[in-house]
């Protein structure tokens, strides 16, 4: 995890010997009275924003750690895949064009395939790298099997016996396209449906040399749809188990990682303050456990964390560190953002049209449709940076003018003057801007939505969705029930993070200061005690979660 080289660095103490750590201790209790009534005198810090929390020094680590930590990331990642995304896929590997590997693999297998047809083409020909192919097919339709295909293994075995087959090469008896011939029958009968056609065409290759090497292709795809299977019957059961191992993973990767929960103390740390201040209350909605600012009653910690998760919506991936808990997560956020930006965008439009136009136009259902398909497909583009809101508002503007223009002709009613049509279009494209106020309006009512959604705990029938968001109500809810997925399966993950964190962030009184910030025992790796001083310095992500760890033990206990 990278540092901010502006953060001052956290004095720690070393590891000391059971003989001396009670005289540390008395040491740093002797200023603690000190401490604490400086901390009573500068007031309560409830209301002031904890600091950015720190950095644990910086250690050096071998290769084979990074490699290590680098391994279990990758698992984690792709097991967190494999359960969060339905539609998970793995695909054969593709290699850019002109790029250098892709040279040296094209390279590398022509001089592979031209030295076995040099090899076929003697005479007599020699059969080794022939025979080398076979043994790597027969275990390539081995590993096909299942357990209960008895019946094929043997028929394999029997057929691809290397053993058979040298003797056959050295007395001029082997039949290497009858060989071919039982391998292409074979992968038609274990091949998914979708290679069936790739099979057929393996029989029209009379060479052997290209029929080898189209085999072996085809078989690299039939690898591909294997694991897909594998993948898809091994979900159910991995997600009994991701939520479990994802923590262990990510355990792991905090020992070796300290700091690797400093931007997630840091983003609870701003929600609880926001929450506290009733800060951006028009932006972010605070929830129904959000208190006043001084004295109050403190947030619930369920309400900061449903707070912080609507803080990702919000989030600026350019200049922000991304949480480290939703880190794998990051472009799932990034993507709900966006089509939460369309709607907006969409509903605002819509507000506008609807409100300028006659009542009877609203009500109806299939132009209201027509009106939102129209505007859908012109936002489409949004993600791309070529793509310009005010240029797309514009011709968004036209072309609700026009089709209002033609309902109200078809259903009778007064047109649109000239006038009130340059007054929708200019409605319409001050929603450009992030300021307007019926923009604002959308915005505001769409995160109450979710928050509502997010607080009922997944519960059917959704909330009651907020009035002008109609239009959008079905596009609304399918974000909803995304994004409240995804959090769940987070908050089932992390928890025992966020709680450590939450628990110190909202009893950030005086004496909890002195509890945790001026002497903290921690439990090393070894099962020793190593003292802790903290006096102006606020805790890592870490610290505070191994702090509540093990605040209710007397002793480290033996590992």
Known sequence: MSENPDKPNINEAGKSKSDDSEQDLEDAVEGSDAALQKAIKSGSPRTQRVQR???????????????????????MALAHEIVVNGDFRIKPVELPEDSLEKRVKEIVHKAFWDCLSVQLSEDPPTYDHAIKLVGEIKETLLSFLLPGHTRLRNQITEVLDLDLIKQEAENGALDISKLAEFIIGMMGTLCAPARDEEVRKLQDIKEIVPLFRAIFSVLDLMK??????????????????????ERKKFQQLLEK???????????LEEAADDLMNQKYKNALPAGGGAAGSGDGPMPNPVAVQNYAYLKLLKWDHLQR??????????????????QLEQLTILGAVLLVTFSMAAPGISSQADFAEKLKMIVKILLTDTHLPSFHLKDALTTIGEKVCLEVSSCLALCGLTPFTTEKEAVLKGQIQAVASPDDPIRRIMDS????????????????????????????????EEVAIK????????????????????????????????????????????????????????LSGLTIYRCLRTAPRERAPER
């Open 257 to 267: 990682q300290p700091n690797s929960l400093d931007f997630v103390t840091q983003w």
């Open 53 to 75: 929390p720190h950095s644990s020094p910086p250690r050096f680590v071998t290769v084979e750690e990074l490699l290590e930590t680098a391994k279990g990331v990758t698992n």
């Open 483 to 538: 994004f409240v997925r995804l959090v769940n399966y987070n908050k089932m993950v992390f928890s025992p993070y966020y709680d450590a964190i939450l628990t110190f962030i909202l009893n950030h009184s005086p004496q909890a200061q002195l509890v945790f910030c001026l002497v903290v025992f921690l439990e090393t790796s070894q099962g020793e005690v190593m003292l802790l001083t903290k006096r102006e310095t606020p």
């Open 445 to 476: 009512r769409i995160l109450i939505f979710l928050e509502s959604y997010l607080a009922s705990g997944h519960q059917k029938p959704l909330p009651t969705v907020p009035g002008g968001l109609g239009p959008v109500q079905k596009e609304l």
């Open 321 to 338: 560190p991304f949480p480290e808990t939703v880190l794998m997560d990051q472009a799932r956020f990034q993507e709900l953002q966006l």
């Open 224 to 245: 591909v749809d294997m694991a897909n299977f594998a993948v898809t019957s091994i979900r159910p059961h991995l997600m009994q188990q991701s939520v479990e191992y």
